[in-house]
């Protein structure tokens, strides 16, 4: 279909600007193999092809959108870019605000994702949503918890989605801490920060049905992480690297 090729496409440009970005990833076809590969081993993509084809097909530009911010795209491209992300998927725009994060070191974004954990957690952000619905007069918190509610779905807090997202990103921080040199390590930690953002909408939103949702887009990135990761790896350690995953 149209919208299958668009994002096959988006995902051809993704690997081509991460070739340009990445060190000692000397091939853009070599890591677009790679991320359809890991892909493919992602029953979160699959649940993206399926169950929400929408945001499937938002979910390319916006992931092109954000590495196009770390890669220093120019600002047209971006524009446009975050554009149609949107007009696939109304709730891109709040990944699309979310960038702003990227502007915060790694280690600061880290902890401001961490905290905002432990507060979701905790209930707390969940207590802020509703204030700030109400003295702006924003019905959202009302809309989350509506959203599904005709379904037998579990909702309120969701420590097991919340432990794993924590858990993949600080795992990838740890991959790249372990196993790359300090230029190589600073690039791929810029992917994790693109992970942070497309994970941290849900420590204010995650409270409804089917609050998985705010979390697909981070998840499925993982998958392009790990690419990245996979394909910086000199030739004679990918084996290595093949067996520890």
Same mark, same amino acid.
């Given at each position: 279909s149209i919208i299958s090729a668009m994002g096959f496409l988006a995902l051809a440009v993704t690997s081509r600007l991460l070739r340009n970005y990445l060190v000692g990833v000397d091939s853009a076809s070599? !890591?677009? +193999?790679?991320? +359809?590969? #890991? !892909?493919? @081993?992602?029953p979160f993509f699959f649940a993206a092809q399926v169950n929400v084809i929408r945001q499937g097909a938002a979910m390319a530009f916006l992931h092109l959108f954000l590495v196009g911010i770390v890669c220093r795209v120019h600002w047209f491209w971006l524009v446009l870019l975050a554009i149609t /992300?949107?007009? #696939?998927? =109304?709730?891109?725009?709040?990944?699309? /605000?979310? /960038?702003?994060l990227l502007t915060l070191s790694y280690p600061a974004l880290t902890w401001f994702v961490l905290l905002f954990f432990a507060l979701y @957690?905790?209930?707390?952000?969940?207590?802020?949503? =509703?204030?700030?619905?109400?003295? #702006?007069? +924003?019905? !959202?918190?009302?809309?989350? !918890?509506?959203?599904? /509610?005709d379904q037998t779905y579990r909702i309120g807090i969701r420590p097991d989605f919340a432990v794993f997202t924590i858990f993949s990103g600080l795992f990838m921080q740890f991959i790249i801490g372990f196993s790359f040199d300090n230029e190589r390590k600073s690039r791929l930690l810029h992917l994790v920060k693109i992970y942070w953002v497309l994970v941290f909408p849900f420590f204010f939103l995650g409270y409804g049905a089917y609050s998985d949702r705010y979390l697909l887009n981070g998840w499925v990135f993982i998958s392009v992480i790990f690419a990245a990761i996979f394909a910086s790896v000199k030739m004679v350690n990918r084996l290595s690297f093949g067996i520890l995953f």
């Open positions: 070599r !890591l677009f +193999v790679f991320i +359809v590969f #890991f !892909l493919c @081993l992602s /992300a949107i007009g #696939f998927h =109304y709730t891109s725009v709040i990944y699309v /605000a979310g /960038a702003l @957690l905790m209930g707390v952000t969940e207590i802020i949503l =509703y204030f700030s619905s109400g003295i #702006f007069g +924003v019905n !959202l918190y009302e809309k989350i !918890l509506e959203y599904g /509610a």
